[in-house]
């Protein structure tokens, strides 16, 4: 809640309602959740291209990249991780209020977390997609070095190795990377999108036709 009682929210002449038609789509949040080096980030990309090529309005919300700005003055203690999701999760929530797909990059670690992100938006918008790669094949992945860096105490509190992760109980998606490929688990997305009436199943042929 607002610090101030003067501080009163301040409606829209358009309505959501208004916005989705225009863009085709019905906005929401697409939460991608798992351990770093999970293929989260790739996978929300890979869609994201897929959805905008399509004339589609999708964002990344990328963690590394929201540190650059927005939560630059976080650090990474489970205090800081909680407000960096809460921050996120309201940005997410006026994305899918303005008719966008929000695509959320983010280890998310904690479920209270992560429902508190799905409460922020209407029931049926938030779509929690627990991308489930083994810590194994992680650390495998590991491009920047941060398994290893963990394991040798340069980095405390990282998730997997001294923090724990808390898989989803009922995610609306579960990806399985290690078993499907980038564009097959985009194509998985897709047909969820369609299947829940999020992109509209006839222009999506269409697209799927012209090689989108």
């Given at each position: 809640?607002?610090s101030?009682?003067?501080?009163v929210?301040?409606?829209?002449?358009?309505?959501?309602?208004?916005?989705?038609?225009?863009?085709r789509q019905?906005?929401?949040?697409?939460?991608?959740?798992?351990?770093?080096g999970?293929?989260?980030?790739?996978?929300a990309?890979?869609?994201?291209r897929?959805l905008?090529?399509?004339g589609?309005?999708?964002?990344?919300?990328d963690?590394?990249?929201i540190?650059?700005g927005l939560n630059?003055?976080?650090?990474f203690?489970p205090?800081?991780?909680?407000?960096?999701?809460r921050?996120?999760?309201?940005?997410?929530?006026?994305?899918?209020?303005a008719?966008?797909?929000?695509?959320?990059?983010?280890?998310s670690?904690?479920?209270?977390?992560?429902?508190?992100?799905?409460?922020?938006?209407?029931?049926?918008?938030?779509h929690?997609?627990?991308?489930a790669?083994?810590?194994?094949?992680?650390?495998?992945?590991?491009?920047?070095?941060l398994?290893?860096?963990?394991?040798?105490?340069?980095?405390?509190?990282?998730?997997?190795i001294?923090?724990?992760?808390?898989?989803?109980?009922?995610?609306?998606l579960t990806?399985?990377t290690?078993?499907?490929?980038?564009?097959?688990?985009?194509?998985?997305?897709l047909?969820?999108?369609v299947?829940?009436?999020?992109?509209d199943a006839?222009?999506a042929?269409?697209?799927?036709?012209?090689?989108?």
């Open positions: 809640m607002p101030s009682e003067n501080v929210w301040s409606p829209s002449l358009v309505s959501r309602a208004e916005r989705e038609t225009i863009q019905r906005g929401g949040v697409f939460w991608f959740t798992g351990l770093s999970s293929g989260k980030s790739t996978i990309r890979a869609l994201e897929r905008v090529a399509a589609r309005w999708a964002y990344v919300l963690g590394d990249n540190r650059h630059g003055d976080l650090g203690s205090a800081d991780r909680h407000e960096n999701l921050r996120i999760g309201h940005v997410a929530a006026l994305f899918a209020d008719g966008a797909i929000a695509l959320t990059a983010f280890i670690p904690y479920r209270a977390d992560r429902a508190a992100a799905r409460a922020l938006v209407p029931t049926g918008a938030f929690e997609v627990h991308v790669t083994p810590l194994a094949t992680c650390e495998r992945r590991d491009v920047k070095g398994y290893a860096r963990a394991r040798a105490g340069e980095i405390a509190d990282f998730t997997g001294d923090a724990p992760y808390e898989p989803p109980a009922a995610p609306e990806i399985a290690e078993a499907r490929g980038v564009e097959a688990c985009v194509q998985d997305l047909a969820y999108m299947d829940r009436s999020i992109l006839n222009q042929e269409h697209d799927a036709g012209a090689g989108i």
